[in-house]
């Protein structure tokens, strides 16, 4: 069960810049969480938000959530090629983690 | 220990097998999942299971059977799959709450011919 949609569906950038993507959902959540897939393997735990908190950090990672509009955003500062790979944000509610489309972002050596 | 480990890692089956795909983790979470995700798509939820129990059933089709033996293992019984059940097959689990993410396993490629 899809959560909602992630903007842009892709991303290519030079390796230094940084890689903006967002996402919104569609109904209540406890958390939003923000996962890294590399091609074809298991999904990696980024980070987590709470749902009564704005912003928080976790090394070159920045993620904002506004229940209001229902929508998050990933910022990856300075990055590498390493950090190609998808990235999907998923939704908590009680036991229930809904994924959303994902970005794939490709960093250009 | 961190891991959820996924056996086998591929499976090519006949639509009139029956298999079973594995997942095991010790961390002591109290929630287990079965994802499915076809190429360049998101992980669809398929099963989720908390204290052993399924607590979510997200409406797949009856050739799909899950089953938790203990809190560590998860299985998914397979039979009678059509070639459209063709997908990489994600275990992840979760201690619940706010705490922390999910762990997931690295999949089992599932080829149905």
């Known amino acids: 069960s899809q959560q909602g949609e992630e903007d842009p569906q892709a991303l290519s950038i030079q390796e230094g810049e940084n890689a903006t993507m967002n996402c919104s959902y569609k109904?209540?959540?406890?958390?939003l969480q923000w996962y890294r897939q590399n091609s074809g393997r298991g999904l990696v735990h980024l980070i987590l938000?709470?749902?009564?908190?704005r912003e928080k950090h976790s090394g070159r990672l920045r993620v904002t959530l506004d229940t209001s509009k229902k929508s998050s955003s990933l910022l990856i500062t300075a990055s590498r090629a390493a950090d190609t790979a998808s990235y999907f944000c998923a939704t908590r509610d009680d036991y229930k983690l809904s994924f959303g489309a994902g970005t794939t972002v490709t960093v250009r050596a | 220990d961190t891991e959820v480990t996924q056996t086998p890692k591929h499976l090519v089956m006949g639509m009139t097998n029956k298999k079973s795909l594995k997942c095991e983790q010790h961390?002591?979470?109290?929630?287990m999942y079965w994802y499915k995700q076809k190429a360049k798509k998101p992980p669809e939820l398929m099963f989720v299971?908390?204290?052993?129990?399924?607590?979510i059933n997200e409406s797949v089709p009856s050739r799909f059977s899950p089953e938790c033996p203990n809190s560590s293992l998860l299985n998914l019984h397979l039979h009678a799959l059509q070639p459209e059940d063709s997908a990489l097959y994600l275990c992840?689990?979760?201690?619940?709450?706010?705490?922390?993410?999910?762990?997931f396993g690295q999949g089992t490629r599932l080829t149905v011919v």
């Open positions: 109904t209540s959540i406890n958390n």
């Open positions: 992840a689990s979760s201690q619940g709450g706010d705490i922390q993410g999910a762990f």
């Open positions: 299971y908390s204290y052993e129990k399924l607590s």
């Open positions: 961390m002591g979470h109290r929630a």
């Open positions: 938000i709470r749902s009564n908190e």
